[in-house]
């Protein structure tokens, strides 16, 4: 073949592989992750013939994809981030609808719903079909915190059942990716040529595999492509590490890659998202729920438990929640109220307990101070047990239960005692005396009081190592050593508790009755005076009444300031002291005070006193409790006693069960007395309140977490919307440099097939030389 033949034959190879690339071009114009090619040409090397230096025509050297590795490594990067952004802003979506907030099926309406019907049953409160009402808004509120919190679960389960699938999908492309390496490092190395469409299907292949995970690609100097997620290797040159999904112990997903030391800890891509939403996002969201359903629970039940249901008390109440055996040693009753794993905290605070006498509606109050690091459990059951007509004990699954006796009721409310002199301390008809101050009192070693009764003198000892805080006695702990002493029982006197006071008294009344103290070295301490003490004929009557509106609950204590009779001595006055010893009012009771007309003390209290007579200098005295809360410990919210609702979070929030049965049990009053809505006031007034552990009122505390689920699909759906035109500018970028223009490649064909023309022409002239020089040989 001569030189010329071969120079248009090049030609003509070499245009016709172009043509082949160009149509190539064309018929993938739309195939996905299709890289454009071009036929790279050069110069053939030239001969020398005859001395002279003669070109040997073009050479088809390659065929080359159009690519910018790096661009292309910033598309797959970006591919991971928007998966994962895509991946939290459905399922953050799905919150946000299972929500249903504005609306009137939302938490937030079903709860002032409660409100609106508390406050109707307010107007009327021994109305059974608004108490029907009441129960029934509760079980709505309850029903929705279920269906929220159950769908949240939900949620977080399909998490990680989607997480799985991603796996799944991943573990595919892994496997793609391995044979395609094989089949590019094979065609490489035989051929020596670049293998550009299976190179554009192993792109493809971590496009999506970088939608699903975020990966770190390195290629080979062979061709072949390894794949790590975080740092641990998924696809090898020509072998796969699988991926797996699981729930780990803390409730999380987890990935691992076979053959891994660790947890992959992926963070981009839809697997990333999903993570992100189950441990982030639905966790906060949901351990938001709880953390309102919880203060829900708390603020009905503090007003609830000290109310007083419509038959006027208690014959037996059931805690709804159980003490745990927190220090494993297999009792529960020996725990600290602090640690008993009550789900509710007990507080530094005072209990108050009435017990009503059904036969004679008598009502008897107990006040129990609660120190939950000093009280057990048991203490706590030994108190109330102490109380005559109460008994309680442990169930066999823990709770507390505390029980009437035959003929008694008891409840926790704050009811008005109207008769607060029951002992007549207070110029009463029995012969008195009482300590001049408050305890408790000091003893230094056994301490005596010498007294003549009616069957003559005799001594009283009182041991002060048989306190609970050794030299230091209350009221409660002289009154008890007194009634300890026969003499003293046998001479018909008895010990009564008044405030913090103590005082020594006749069981008879007139004025036949008296009784002398003579000496003994615990009257000092005890600030009792040797004197000789006589009943009176006509005895003061005391008599309280209006509705304390104050803000804390006080102990007042009434003691006159002089001697003299009620009504008719000049200037004769009472003070009325608060539990710290500060005098709130002074009150004129003297000569021109008109006996059996109430006299206004303070925060809507009144007293008013019959004729008779007082004596400051026998220490006469009362003390009256007045309460505003009647569980400042809350030791009932936290074992759940005459609680309203039970359960700790979203899941298990609900209403007492017999309250559901028996609506009658809904604890409306707080005094127990016919028409007092004072409970159901203070459970309104939960609406209102700011709830320290929320940070603000319960609407708030909601309205923030709806507002924070709206506020995070916003954000999501700005940052999506940010990275989806990022990755657009990457894309079309890609386009100019990877993409099929049609357009362009019919120029080149163009160009090309004249090229072919030419050197078909080329050849045809050199065949017509070649046979005139034929012929002339």
């Given at each position: 073949?001569?030189?010329?033949?071969?120079?248009?034959?090049?030609?003509?190879?070499?245009?016709?592989?172009?043509?082949?690339?160009?149509?190539?071009?064309?018929?993938?114009?739309?195939?996905?992750?299709?890289?454009?090619?071009?036929?790279?040409?050069?110069?053939?090397?030239?001969?020398?013939?005859?001395?002279l230096q003669l070109g040997h025509g073009v050479q088809a050297d390659q065929?080359?994809?159009?690519?910018?590795?790096?661009?292309?490594?910033?598309?797959?990067?970006?591919?991971?981030?928007?998966?994962?952004?895509?991946?939290?802003?459905?399922?953050?979506?799905?919150?946000?609808?299972?929500?249903?907030?504005?609306?009137?099926?939302?938490?937030?309406?079903?709860?002032?719903?409660?409100?609106?019907?508390?406050?109707?049953?307010?107007?009327?409160?021994?109305?059974?079909?608004?108490?029907?009402?009441?129960?029934?808004?509760?079980?709505?509120?309850?029903?929705?915190?279920?269906?929220?919190?159950?769908?949240?679960?939900?949620?977080?389960?399909?998490?990680?059942?989607?997480?799985?699938?991603?796996?799944?999908?991943?573990?595919?492309?892994?496997?793609?990716?391995?044979?395609?390496?094989?089949?590019?490092?094979?065609?490489?190395?035989?051929?020596?040529?670049?293998?550009?469409?299976?190179?554009?299907?192993?792109?493809?292949?971590?496009?999506?595999?970088?939608?699903?995970?975020?990966?770190?690609?390195?290629?080979?100097?062979?061709?072949?492509?390894?794949?790590?997620?975080?740092?641990?290797?998924?696809?090898?040159?020509?072998?796969?590490?699988?991926?797996?999904?699981?729930?780990?112990?803390?409730?999380?997903?987890?990935?691992?890659?076979?053959?891994?030391?660790?947890?992959?800890?992926?963070?981009?891509?839809?697997?990333?998202?999903?993570?992100?939403?189950?441990?982030?996002?639905?966790?906060?969201?949901?351990?938001?729920?709880?953390?309102?359903?919880?203060?829900?629970?708390?603020?009905?039940?503090?007003?609830?438990?000290?109310?007083?249901?419509?038959?006027?008390?208690?014959?037996?109440?059931?805690?709804?929640?159980?003490?745990?055996?927190?220090?494993?040693?297999?009792?529960?009753?020996?725990?600290?109220?602090?640690?008993?794993?009550?789900?509710?905290?007990?507080?530094?605070?005072?209990?108050?307990?009435?017990?009503?006498?059904?036969?004679?509606?008598?009502?008897?109050?107990?006040?129990?101070?609660?120190?939950?690091?000093?009280?057990?459990?048991?203490?706590?059951?030994?108190?109330?047990?102490?109380?005559?007509?109460?008994?309680?004990?442990?169930?066999?699954?823990?709770r507390v239960d505390i029980d009437a006796t035959s003929g008694n009721r008891?409840?926790?409310?704050?009811?008005?005692?109207?008769?607060?002199?029951?002992?007549?301390?207070?110029?009463?008809?029995?012969?008195?005396?009482?300590?001049?101050?408050?305890?408790?009192?000091?003893?230094?070693?056994?301490?005596?009081?010498?007294?003549?009764?009616?069957?003559?003198?005799?001594?009283?000892?009182?041991?002060?190592?048989?306190?609970?805080?050794?030299?230091?006695?209350?009221?409660?702990?002289?009154?008890?050593?007194?009634?300890?002493?026969?003499?003293?029982?046998?001479?018909?006197?008895?010990?009564?508790?008044?405030?913090?006071?103590?005082?020594?008294?006749?069981?008879?009344?007139?004025?036949?009755?008296?009784?002398?103290?003579?000496?003994?070295?615990?009257?000092?301490?005890?600030?009792?005076?040797?004197?000789?003490?006589?009943?009176?004929?006509?005895?003061?009557?005391?008599?309280?009444?209006?509705?304390?509106?104050?803000?804390?609950?006080?102990?007042?204590?009434?003691?006159?300031?002089?001697?003299?009779?009620?009504?008719?001595?000049?200037?004769?006055?009472?003070?009325?002291?608060?539990?710290?010893?500060?005098?709130?009012?002074?009150?004129?009771?003297?000569?021109?005070?008109?006996?059996?007309?109430?006299?206004?003390?303070?925060?809507?209290?009144?007293?008013?006193?019959?004729?008779?007579?007082?004596?400051?200098?026998?220490?006469?005295?009362?003390?009256?409790?007045?309460?505003?809360?009647?569980?400042?410990?809350?030791?009932?919210?936290?074992?759940?006693?005459?609680?309203?609702?039970?359960?700790?979070?979203?899941?298990?929030?609900?209403?007492?069960?017999?309250?559901?049965?028996?609506?009658?049990?809904?604890?409306?009053?707080?005094?127990?007395?016919?028409?007092?809505?004072?409970?159901?006031?203070?459970m309104i007034g939960a609406q209102s309140a700011d709830v320290t552990a929320?940070?603000?009122?319960?609407?708030?505390?909601?309205?923030?977490?709806?507002?924070?689920?709206?506020?995070?699909?916003?954000?999501?759906?700005?940052?999506?919307?940010?990275?989806?035109?990022?990755?657009?500018?990457?894309?079309?970028?890609?386009?100019?440099?990877?993409?099929?223009?049609?357009?362009?490649?019919?120029?080149?064909?163009?160009?090309?097939?004249?090229?072919?023309?030419?050197?078909?022409?080329?050849?045809?002239?050199?065949?017509?030389?070649?046979?005139?020089?034929?012929?002339?040989?």
């Amino acid at each position: 073949m001569s030189l010329s033949t071969n120079i248009g034959l090049r030609a003509l190879l070499t245009s016709q592989a172009a043509l082949d690339t160009i149509g190539h071009n064309v018929a993938n114009a739309n195939t996905e992750g299709f890289s454009r090619q071009h036929l790279l040409i050069s110069n053939s090397r030239p001969l020398n013939l005859r001395g002279l230096q003669l070109g040997h025509g073009v050479q088809a050297d390659q065929v080359v994809r159009s690519v910018d590795e790096l661009l292309n490594g910033r598309i797959v990067r970006q591919a991971s981030t928007i998966g994962r952004l895509d991946a939290k802003l459905v399922e953050k979506q799905s919150v946000e609808a299972h929500h249903g907030e504005p609306g009137g099926d939302g938490i937030g309406a079903l709860l002032d719903g409660i409100f609106e019907s508390l406050s109707a049953l307010s107007a009327n409160t021994e109305d059974i079909v608004n108490r029907t009402g009441a129960v029934q808004s509760t079980e709505d509120l309850i029903t929705r915190f279920h269906q929220v919190s159950n769908e949240i679960s939900q949620l977080q389960s399909d998490a990680q059942i989607k997480a799985q699938s991603l796996s799944d999908g991943v573990n595919v492309l892994a496997s793609r990716i391995v044979d395609l390496n094989q089949e590019i490092t094979q065609i490489e190395a035989v051929s020596g040529t670049v293998a550009n469409d299976l190179r554009d299907q192993r792109d493809v292949a971590l496009m999506a595999l970088a939608e699903r995970v975020d990966i770190q690609v390195r290629e080979n100097t062979e061709g072949a492509v390894q794949v790590q997620i975080d740092g641990q290797l998924l696809v090898g040159a020509s072998n796969v590490h699988p991926m797996s999904v699981d729930i780990s112990a803390d409730g999380q997903i987890e990935v691992r890659l076979e053959g891994g030391v660790r947890p992959v800890d992926p963070s981009g891509g839809e697997i990333a998202g999903l993570i992100e939403f189950r441990r982030a996002f639905a966790s906060e969201v949901g351990a938001g729920l709880d953390a309102y359903a919880l203060e829900i629970a708390r603020a009905l039940n503090s007003a609830h438990s000290t109310g007083v249901p419509l038959d006027g008390g208690f014959t037996q109440l059931r805690a709804s929640n159980a003490v745990t055996d927190v220090d494993g040693d297999g009792e529960v009753a020996d725990e600290l109220l602090r640690d008993a794993g009550l789900p509710f905290a007990v507080n530094t605070g005072a209990l108050y307990v009435h017990v009503i006498d059904e036969t004679t509606q008598e009502v008897r109050t107990e006040r129990i101070d609660v120190d939950p690091s000093r009280m057990t459990v048991q203490g706590f059951l030994d108190v109330i047990s102490s109380i005559d007509g109460l008994t309680a004990r442990l169930d066999t699954f823990g709770r507390v239960d505390i029980d009437a006796t035959s003929g008694n009721r008891f409840h926790f409310g704050r009811p008005i005692n109207t008769a607060p002199d029951a002992e007549g301390t207070f110029g009463g008809g029995r012969a008195t005396t009482v300590s001049a101050f408050d305890g408790p009192f000091s003893l230094a070693g056994p301490a005596t009081i010498d007294i003549t009764g009616p069957g003559g003198p005799f001594s009283v000892t009182v041991d002060p190592a048989t306190f609970e805080t050794v030299g230091e006695g209350t009221a409660e702990e002289i009154a008890a050593a007194l009634y300890a002493d026969a003499n003293f029982t046998g001479a018909n006197l008895q010990a009564a508790v008044v405030g913090e006071r103590v005082a020594i008294q006749t069981v008879g009344e007139g004025s036949a009755e008296s009784f002398q103290i003579t000496g003994g070295t615990a009257l000092t301490a005890l600030g009792i005076a040797p004197d000789t003490y006589a009943g009176q004929d006509l005895a003061v009557q005391v008599e309280r009444s209006g509705t304390y509106d104050g803000r804390a609950n006080d102990r007042w204590t009434f003691e006159p300031l002089g001697d003299g009779v009620i009504g008719t001595t000049p200037g004769l006055e009472g003070a009325v002291r608060d539990q710290n010893g500060a005098v709130l009012v002074t009150l004129d009771v003297g000569a021109g005070y008109a006996p059996g007309n109430a006299i206004d003390i303070a925060d809507g209290m009144s007293v008013s006193f019959t004729v008779g007579e007082v004596r400051a200098s026998d220490g006469h005295a009362f003390a009256t409790d007045v309460i505003a809360d009647s569980d400042t410990s809350d030791v009932l919210v936290a074992f759940g006693l005459n609680a309203y609702l039970t359960g700790t979070d979203a899941r298990t929030i609900d209403i007492r069960d017999d309250i559901r049965r028996d609506p009658r049990l809904l604890a409306a009053s707080a005094t127990g007395a016919v028409g007092d809505g004072g409970a159901l006031l203070d459970m309104i007034g939960a609406q209102s309140a700011d709830v320290t552990a929320l940070g603000g009122t319960l609407g708030e505390y909601y309205g923030e977490i709806v507002g924070d689920v709206g506020f995070q699909i916003a954000s999501a759906q700005s940052a999506q919307s940010i990275e989806s035109d990022l990755m657009s500018s990457l894309e079309a970028q890609r386009e100019e440099v990877s993409g099929v223009n049609v357009d362009e490649e019919l120029v080149r064909m163009i160009q090309y097939e004249q090229a072919y023309s030419a050197a078909a022409q080329y050849l045809q002239v050199i065949t017509q030389l070649n046979d005139t020089v034929l012929a002339l040989v």
